[in-house]
């Protein structure tokens, strides 16, 4: 439809658009108002030379300059041949079509044609109307048929004092330019600028509602008298030109006519583009302009994908120097949320290690007690705020039972092997000597475990944007999770050290570092909305510390012996740490053989926040 | 997407009963008088304070109280829950809520077999969605479908449309030859928001609405025991397509029940409208268009009338392929009552009869231009000040008064100030006399305030009431307008022509010059003026009163139950079938909404012309007498 047409094709569009605009003026959806439409565009087409100006724009919609709102053309000679018809060579000879305008450049449209579309009352409402029109009315609807039909009419003589200048087609003064291009406006525009030099020009300029920037300047105006019939070859174009955000950004057809309807453009409108309906005319502009993907990317305005970044690796090893630069995308950017994750995870390492050091150096019972109780409820507390802030923050509440089998864990890391110990001596007798070494490296390790988590997600995220495939992005993810599993365990290995250096005792690297990792991994899959797994190796590994001490127990009574065995053949081979070390260490195992399908897949890394 | 803990209780469906079981009317079905149960399913609606539409859904509620209604109704957003609801009229009988917007994992675990049927219809609705062509509408439905089932069977889909499987689905989806565009380019990102949103726009499917056990209902003998989903009632009417229809689509599939859809603002559009708005990108867009498209597509299709509420409307749905002997334009109605005494009152005939009772109603000025309104960028004042310049010169007498409230935001607000000061630009003050304090020929006003106490001074306040609007939608002020008799100048956007046909005069938008001509040649001719507004009334009495609303509801209701009878088994005390309980007479076969003569034709082939029980042959009566046991029994 964008094609030169013939002459005959241009004649017959005219003609139906016509009648179909005359319909959808009219409201109606029966067959006589589409006749009557018809025959009343035919009869203007053929007369255009000299009234095209002066009808009303109910009629044919070719030549319906009055009708021109002022966001689309002025009327204009078609450029090329198959346009060219005599109301063409008005234009050209005379610049304004005709002379006069009716007063009303108004729809009054006759109650015959303008019922409502289908309305099931039709036939009443039209009586009812005639009834209450008839008489008083006749003289309106008089005024409309001889205006529609381009002859002499009462209403004509109220013209000439509204609009003097011979600028019937003239779009309004405030109409943004079809072409912005200065030198390509109808000469009959120089008319109705003449009529609307108005002091309050220059704000009505600037304060049209559509910004100014659709607008021309008042300044070029006098200029575009000049090629007045340049650009009114494709008057389609220019409606792009003023949309083609829109038309570019638009994934359907009928987006831009959504979009346009938005704008104001009716169905009458169209049809001063030989469109039968917004919808076509939408169709051809979706057709016209190149979309994104084809024109390079112009309509990629999602999340900001670094897509084309040469140095996107397939195989995700990570580039230099992109670790930890950018807010990431958890919704958590800038300067509060960079001090809460670098500070929150060192306060329970620092808490711990102030409730030692309190315990240390203070003396008498009760005084060392009160501090042992507010350190490990501080700790706690601490803990708390960094797993509910922050990278381990979990998507669901996790459930009572695995927050208890955590606690039992860690308690046991405490005091469990020294229970062990005195029991398998036959005690105890008062109370045992808690395990402070894995207790204030655990703390610390708090906070390599943020950071590690951190860092799997923003790099997660990243290549999340960057990857096309999800296949691609499982292949990028599982190095990564692996990396940063491997760096937290080091780190946790080694504070685990220094702490048992600085208070003097023997570091329990199996069971504290094999329940650290436990931990970050039930954790790190909870923040990735897979509870089910971490809450059944927790509950096992604390299952298995349980049995042990309860068989232990169990094993002095009668008869029972055989129950204490294989703990106690553990615990005489390897040492009483060896029973948590060998509970925890399975259960991560299994939780990392779980954690390294689930965390590399694409669903487990939706941004929280984003498409709800 | 957002999985985070959300503080709404899972499973919150509230069920109000709101009478007694023992005071409760029980249905009466009366002969010629039926009493319909209506399954009213909104979204984003009725008894939400901030609902689109409550207004009307209230007035055709109240104004229906022969029948029983059932709201199901979808809440947008958690805000629009906590705002509460608009008072009930006591025919709603139960009102039943699902929150659209919060993600309850519902922690529902399927098994291998109930994945397995997960992922074949999963993949068949991302393929049909995906495509680009038009021929796999029955894909998409029976995908939709089969989904649907499985919910029911199964438990909540929420997880698997979340799940991994779902997100691999649509990437050999998207991938797959002959896939849009669009999809094609779509990164892992964008495949994780489509299907965020897929499983947002399905959460419909998971609800527990969809229940037939209604069977204590009729009779009244486990009245209150469950009044049952869906399934029991005679008729869905959607409030528009979209979701608030994918439980009527569902509620046709699984009991039959005749789905009615009353579109006032098209859903489809609202989309493309909303989703230019966010900052989605191509793919994600493209793929959710063509899903609501899809979606859109289905509802026409299978609902038993389709109710646009305007022309406008009209066009977007046959654009969306709606049959057109489907639709029925019904226009919204409007409360008349408080303009009655303006709009009998003509113009000028309170100033002549000054001693009259009913003295409270303004006097017209011949010489004031009206405008009523939001005032936001879209009703183009800068063009109305305009045109007013323009008519300023014609007319030095001429008045304008702009009436209304300023939109929220603070853009409406700018625009507001940005309109003061053209308007003190463009007219100085103006004062009587040398001594007398002048004051501007445009005027601001707010209904509310001491000089327009109500909104029907409003439109009494001018002779010519002016709408200058670039986008429109149903001109509410116009309509107004309309009902107190006023001649209106209005800009040929939206629904105008429709509703004003010829009772006014209709100039193109952002047009001043028009405009103002316009309203010069009323503002010259009282008579043509009083003419104008007598017709305008008439019109408007007869178009697009709350009456004649009401009314057309009232019949369509009737005649679909008529023609979509819901077909079920009905039992007796016992609880066996009662046979004979459905009459034979009640199933039509063929299309009744096309044409006659189109159906005839269908129907003449294949079946037998129906005849009277006694003309039938003696042959035939055994054929008859099977075919009657065989309706009874089913």
Same mark, same amino acid.
């Given at each position: #439809? ?60 070719? #030549? ?84 529609? #039909? ?463 | ?206 609800l527990d609405w969809y229940e037939a056990d209604c069977g204590g209902v009729r009779d009244g003998a486990r009245a209150g025991a469950g009044w049952g989903g869906l399934g029991c009632v005679d008729l869905c009417h959607a409030t528009s397509a979209g979701a608030a229809a994918l439980p009527g689509l569902l509620a046709k599939h699984f009991f039959g029940v005749p789905l009615l859809v009353t579109e006032h603002s098209v859903q489809l559009r609202s989309h493309y409208l909303a989703a230019s708005g966010e900052t989605l990108s191509a793919p994600v867009r493209a793929l959710l268009a063509a899903f ?70 303004? /006097? ?8 009523v309104g939001r005032i936001e960028q879209s009703k183009d004042l800068v063009s109305l000040l305009h045109a007013f310049a323009e008519v300023r010169k014609e007319e030095p007498a001429a008045r304008l008064r702009l009436i209304g409230a300023v939109a929220p935001g603070d853009e409406a607000a700018a625009y507001l100030a940005q309109c003061k000061a053209l308007a003190a630009q463009l007219f100085p003050d103006e004062a009587d006399g040398k001594h007398a304090v002048g004051e501007n020929p445009v005027s601001f006003d707010e209904v509310g305030g001491p000089d327009v106490p109500e909104l029907v ?31 209106? /100048? ?93 009459? /034979? ?50």
């Open positions: #439809m964008t094609g030169t047409p013939a002459d005959q094709g241009v004649d017959t569009r005219a003609r139906t658009g016509a009648s179909t605009e005359n319909n959808t003026s009219a409201g109606t959806g029966n067959s006589t108002g589409s006749t009557t439409g018809s025959s009343a565009g035919h009869h203007t087409a053929s007369s255009t030379g000299s009234s095209a100006g002066t009808r009303k724009g109910t009629g044919g919609q070719g #030549m319906a300059p009055q009708h021109d709102s002022g966001q689309l053309d002025a009327p204009r000679a078609p450029a090329g041949t198959g346009g060219w018809d005599a109301r063409s060579e008005g234009l050209l000879n005379g610049g304004a079509p005709a002379p006069g305008r009716i007063p009303s450049a108004v729809d009054e449209a006759e109650p015959e044609q303008s019922r409502p579309e289908g309305t099931e009352s039709a036939e009443t409402e039209s009586a009812e109307e005639e009834g209450v029109l008839t008489g008083s009315a006749v003289a309106d609807v008089e005024a409309a048929f001889a205006a529609v #039909m381009g002859t002499g009419s009462p209403a004509r003589t109220a013209a000439p004092s509204s609009a003097p200048a011979p600028s019937a087609p003239a779009p309004p003064p405030s109409s943004p330019a079809p072409v912005p291009p200065a030198p390509s406006a109808p000469a009959a525009e120089a008319g109705a600028e003449a009529a609307a030099e108005e002091p309050a020009e220059a704000s009505a300029v600037a304060s049209t509602p559509s910004g100014g920037a659709e607008r021309e300047a008042p300044a070029d105006r006098p200029v575009r008298r000049a090629g007045a019939r340049r650009g009114a070859a494709d008057p389609v174009k220019a409606l792009i030109h003023r949309h083609r955000e829109l038309c570019e950004r638009a994934v359907d057809p009928l987006e831009i006519a959504a979009g346009l309807e938005a704008h104001g453009v009716t169905d009458r409108a169209a049809a001063r583009f030989r469109h039968r309906d917004v919808f076509s005319l939408a169709e051809e502009m979706y057709a016209r302009v190149p979309h994104h993907g084809e024109g390079g990317g112009a309509g990629s305005a999602g999340p900001p994908s670094q897509g084309e970044r040469p140095g996107a690796d397939p195989h995700g090893t990570p580039l230099p120097g992109e670790a930890g630069t950018g807010p990431g995308r958890d919704g958590r950017p800038g300067g509060r949320g960079t001090a809460a994750l670098l500070l929150l995870p060192l306060l329970p390492g620092a808490l711990c290690a102030a409730a030692l050091l309190a315990l240390r150096t203070l003396e008498g019972g009760q005084a060392r007690v009160t501090a042992g109780v507010v350190g490990v409820v501080a700790v706690a507390l601490a803990v708390r705020a960094c797993l509910r802030h922050g990278p381990l923050r979990g998507r669901e509440r996790s459930s009572t039972s695995t927050r208890a089998w955590a606690c039992w864990l860690l308690g046991y890391a405490l005091l469990g092997d020294g229970l062990l110990d005195t029991a398998l001596r036959g005690g105890p007798d008062g109370l045992w000597p808690p395990r402070l070494a894995p207790a204030l490296g655990l703390a610390l390790a708090v906070a390599p475990a943020v950071w590690c988590a951190r860092l799997l997600t923003v790099r997660a995220q990243r290549k999340l944007a960057t990857s096309r495939g999800l296949e691609e992005f499982a292949g990028a993810v599982r190095p990564l999770l692996l990396g940063t599993f491997t760096l937290f365990l080091c780190a946790l290995l080694a504070l685990l050290g220094g702490a048992g250096a600085l208070l003097g005792e023997e570091a329990a690297y199996a069971g504290a570092g094999s329940l650290g990792a436990l931990l970050l991994l039930a954790r790190l899959l909870m923040a990735h909305g897979r509870p089910g797994a971490p809450a059944v190796a927790l509950a096992c590994a604390g299952t298995v510390e349980l049995l042990a001490l309860c068989s232990v127990f169990a094993g002095r009574l009668p008869g029972c012996t055989v129950l204490a065995l294989p703990v106690e053949s553990v615990v005489t081979s390897w040492g009483p740490g060896a029973v948590p070390a060998l509970a925890c260490a399975t259960a991560a195992a299994a939780l990392l053989i779980r954690a390294v399908p689930a965390l590399s897949r694409a669903s487990a890394h939706v941004p929280p926040g984003g498409p709800r | 997407m957002d999985n985070r803990p959300s503080d709404h209780p899972p499973g919150r469906i509230r069920f109000i009963p709101l009478r007694a079981v023992d005071q409760r009317r029980l249905p009466i079905w009366e002969i010629g008088g039926v009493r319909v149960r209506i399954g009213l399913l909104t979204e984003g609606g009725y008894p939400y304070v901030s609902g689109d539409g409550r207004l009307w859904c209230d007035r055709l509620v109240r104004g229906l109280a022969q029948h029983e209604f059932d709201l199901y109704a979808l809440s947008r957003t958690a805000r629009q829950e906590e705002q509460g609801w608009v008072p009930l009229p006591p025919q709603l009988h139960r009102v039943r809520t699902a929150p659209l917007w919060t993600a309850e994992g519902d922690g529902t675990a399927h098994g291998r077999r109930a994945r397995r049927r997960f992922n074949a219809h999963y993949g068949e609705l991302v393929t049909a969605v995906c495509s680009g062509g038009e021929d796999l509408e029955d894909r998409f439905g029976s995908a939709l479908y089969g989904l649907a089932e499985l919910a029911r069977d199964e438990g909540g889909l929420v997880t698997a449309l979340r799940s991994e499987a779902a997100v691999r689905a649509l990437e050999a989806a998207c991938r797959a030859p002959g896939a849009l565009r669009a999809a094609h380019e779509a990164r892992v990102p964008d495949l994780l928001a489509v299907a965020g949103l897929l499983e947002r726009a399905l959460r419909p499917l998971s609501h498209g899809k979606l859109t597509g289905e509802v026409y299709r299978q609902a038993a009338l389709i109710t646009p509420g305007s022309a406008h409307v009209r066009r977007w749905q046959e654009r969306c392929g709606a049959d057109r002997a489907k639709l029925r334009t019904v226009h919204p109605g409007m409360e008349a009552a408080s303009f009655a005494a303006l709009g009998e009152s003509g113009e000028n005939s309170t100033a002549a009869t000054p001693d009259r009772t009913d003295s409270a109603l303004p /006097v017209a000025d011949p010489d004031t231009l009206v405008w001074d409003a439109y009494g306040a001018g002779a010519v009431v002016v709408l200058s609007s670039v986008v429109e939608g149903f001109p509410v002020s116009l309509v107004e307008a309309m009902f107190c008799g006023r001649a209106t /100048v209005s800009t040929d956007v939206g629904a105008v022509v429709e509703v004003i046909g010829g009772t006014g005069l209709v100039v193109p938008p952002r047009n001043p010059r028009a405009l103002a001509e316009a309203c010069v040649a009323l503002l010259r001719d009282p008579a043509r003026r009083e003419r104008l507004g007598a017709a305008a009334r008439a019109r408007a009495l007869e178009l697009f009163t709350v009456e004649q609303n009401i009314e057309a509801f009232h019949s369509i209701y009737l005649e679909i139950v008529s023609h979509y009878p819901v077909r079920r088994e009905v039992m007796d005390d016992e609880g066996d079938p009662l046979p004979f309980a459905n009459p /034979v007479e009640t199933h039509v076969p063929g299309h009744w909404a096309l044409s006659g003569a189109a159906e005839t034709a269908d129907a003449a082939p294949g079946t037998v012309p129906p005849v009277p029980s006694w003309a039938v042959r003696d042959e035939d009566v055994d054929a008859v007498l099977g075919a009657v046991a065989g309706e009874g029994a089913r």
